[in-house]
């Protein structure tokens, strides 16, 4: 049985995505926020367009922090922000829900987010998602580098040179494994269970599109930073 330990360059690469990932946390607050008062659908949605909005600066500043992100070809780097911007988001809202919650938050939460006029359809894959993410217990560690290994991947739309993403994504996977290895070695299965919950990510974008597109006909409002990224209006 290999030992499988970290390189010196290894435990830097991760340590860099780590502090990045947690210097840009957005604060807890939208939850409280949309827990505490009773508000109008209006500004239920107003209220989760801010949290969304705020989720994508935060986005955008860890993807930067990511080592030889910022030397991509200028146009890349924009392919790969938006090509990655809602399973991204998707991924760090989950870690944030999936967080010890207190019993019957997540309902309200749910109830919250259903009276915002997003139906139903579009709110059981994302919370069917949070638990597929909560059930794997992940370290913060790894939650970091599956955010970075998301944002790099290579076969986004309109990205041009696909191998110099590769390059970038390679390293944060072998750290990656080798993490899961450590930190689950009861678990041979857990860096595959982890890779496949990307698969899962993917079809929420395909819900994610299918509501903007629901949306253009009223009067749904987004931020600038939103119609950018996410390509409405
Ligand atoms: C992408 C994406 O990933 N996570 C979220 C998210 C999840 C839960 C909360 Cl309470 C807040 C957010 Cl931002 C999120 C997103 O942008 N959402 C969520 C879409 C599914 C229903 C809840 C809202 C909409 C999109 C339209 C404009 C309003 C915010």
Redesign the pocket.
């Known amino acids: 049985k290999e030992k499988v330990e970290l390189t010196k360059e290894q435990q830097a690469l991760m340590k860099l995505i780590v502090d990045a990932y947690n210097k840009h946390q957005i604060p807890q607050d ?2 409280k926020k ?1 827990l505490q008062e009773q508000y109008s659908a209006d500004e239920n ?1 107003l209220l ?2 801010e ?2 909005t705020s ?1 994508v600066q935060v986005l955008v500043e860890f993807t930067k922090s990511i080592p030889g992100f910022l030397s991509l070809d200028h146009e890349d780097q924009i392919a790969l922000l938006k090509g990655s911007a ?1 399973e991204a ?2 991924l760090r ?1 989950a870690q944030v829900f999936s967080k010890k919650m207190p019993t019957g938050y997540a309902q309200l ?1 749910e109830e919250r ?1 259903r009276k915002s006029g ?1 139906s139903q359809d ?2 059981t894959p ?1 919370f069917n998602f949070y638990k597929s993410i909560s059930e794997l217990h992940m370290a913060q560690e790894e939650q970091a580098l599956l955010t970075a290994v998301t944002i790099l991947t290579p076969d986004r739309p309109y990205v041009k040179d696909q191998q110099a993403v590769e390059r970038l994504q390679e390293p944060m996977l072998d750290v990656l494994r080798k993490l899961c290895a450590l930190q689950h070695p009861q678990e041979p299965q857990y860096f595959a269970r982890l890779l496949g919950r990307l698969t899962e990510l993917r079809t929420l974008n395909h819900f ?1 599109a299918e ?1 903007l597109t629901s949306w253009r006909t009223d009067d749904h409002k ?1 931020t600038p930073l ?1 119609c950018e990224i996410w390509d409405v209006q």
């Open positions: 939208f939850a949309l949605f989760l367009t949290v969304a989720q809602v988001t998707y809202s939460l987010i997003i579009f709110i994302m994610h509501m987004f939103l």
